[in-house]
């Protein structure tokens, strides 16, 4: 069975609505904790912890309002609507926040797709109209700290061996699971890493691309001409180490 992953911010959406809203909220401070991330100084947990610190006091109204303004690429409805007709289980997996994603895809009615993320907790703050903001971590990998949510684990506990994994992203926490990933759709600096480290991939701007190139592919594997949808197998030997501690 062909199950697809696709990540949020940056891929479903236009631009990173996570980083967007912490530098619109918490200001220059969160977009510092964002370069001390990506350098490596802080981990993703604490990065997000600080900025959630950052944008506390924001007005609830102003950051809906913010969250309401953000794009997503139109052709992913399109594309989702597909995979539906297709019977193609498709999930989204985001190191951002539950708080916006749930927001967005309401907003575009596909809060039918199962997503996994980052759990963001908003309280107001007493008789005001504040809020705190408060992040836990409840799909962290327990031994590594790369990212706050392990899109690796849940996507491989959401897989059989057998089933051949599509992965769809663009940036940084999309590098760890496309190691794992039979075939990678990758655009921006996800497709520079693909092509450093010797992955294979599709290139895509858009969902109306993905859906194209998804549909040839099923034919081509109907047809038994070509095998485009298959098992990569560097792929499955990353997920044998995986699976023997290395
Ligand atoms: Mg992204």
Redesign the pocket.
Known sequence: MIKIFI?????ITKK?VGDSMFIEFGGEASRNFIQQYRSGEISAIECFKLESEASSGAIKKDLDDFLDKQEIDVSFIEFHKYCGDEGIPHFIL?DGMDYYIERILKRFGLNNIPFFSNHLDLTMHDGTDEVILNPTFPLRDEECDRCACCKRNIMLSKSADDDIIVYI??????RCPVRYADVVFAKDELLIYCQQENISFFEYRSFAEVKIRLESLLTQKSSKKNFGLRKRRQAQLAVRDLLLGG
């Open positions: 990540d949020f911010d940056g891929t990173d985001s992203g663009e940036g940084f926490s999309d």
